[in-house]
């Protein structure tokens, strides 16, 4: 079977749900085990998938469950938090927050969990990056400013590891369609919900937002064999939002 993951022990961060439990049901599917760190455990958890309730900023907590399940072959960072705001509106609290999240949560679960993948040498890490990290977005300082961390990790992890048989790759999505839209147009919209859903959809050159399967397609094909040539690359999925959209 083409992209297979069979005999693959998988760990996605911020699997309950979106993109992340997209790639997690994804890929047990292709016969990984998989294993789902996330800050909640999901109401609904998916048949033969195995979930541990942690904080990721936390690296006490992820050390301990890397030294319980491990080795891992590969490693899915995806978990992570919006933050909208300019400079000026957003606060000290706000950037360290978002900081601590989506910068410092990605660094512990690689720090955490690639000494046993130098043990086995051999491994793939694929981070969670976005097209805020290669072009500006309005509002979205403290958000662009961690995607861009975790572009610039995915490039130096994948420089200093490769030669121990380690790839590290990351993909930037555009708009995708989550729980997290639907609740943000719910929230600051409530009186024209389709009407902004249709707006932030048109901004997108394709006319349209991602489904999450869309992004676990593209991590299944880059953390499987199938893609054993590539590391160091940051892979935009975002229906033409980098380069068509001037």
Avoid at 16 to 21: A, L, P, Q, V, Y
Avoid at 36 to 52: A, G
Avoid at 60 to 66: D, K, L, P, W
Avoid at 178 to 183: A, I
């Amino acid at each position: 079977m083409i992209f297979s993951l069979t005999g693959k022990k998988v760990v996605v961060t911020g699997g309950c749900s979106g993109i992340g439990e997209s790639i997690a049901v994804l890929f047990q599917q292709q016969g990984a085990e998989v294993h789902v760190i996330d800050l909640s455990l999901p109401k609904d958890p998916k048949p033969k998938i195995n979930y541990h309730q942690a904080d990721i900023t936390d690296f006490e907590v992820v050390e301990q469950i890397a030294t319980r399940i491990s080795p891992i072959d590969i490693l899915v960072n995806n978990a992570g938090i919006p933050q909208i705001g300019n400079l000026e509106k957003t606060s000290p609290i706000d950037f360290q927050k978002i900081f601590d999240v989506n910068v410092k949560g990605a660094y512990h679960c690689m720090l955490a969990f690639i000494p046993f993948m130098v043990t086995k040498q051999s491994g793939v890490i694929l981070n969670m990056a976005s097209v805020a990290a290669s072009v500006g977005i309005p509002d979205r300082f403290g958000y662009s400013m961690t995607k861009g961390a975790i572009k610039s990790m995915t490039q130096s992890v994948a420089k200093d590891y490769i030669d121990k048989g380690i790839r590290c790759n990351c993909i930037s999505p555009g708009r995708v369609h989550t729980p997290f839209v639907d609740g943000f147009i719910a929230k600051n919209y409530p009186d024209n919900q389709a009407e902004m859903f249709e707006k932030l959809s048109k901004t997108q050159p394709l006319g349209r937002m991602a489904q999450p399967s869309e992004i676990a397609n593209l991590a299944l094909y880059l953390c499987s064999d199938e893609a054993s040539f590539i590391s160091g690359c940051d892979y935009p999925i975002d229906g033409g939002f980098i380069y068509l959209n001037n």
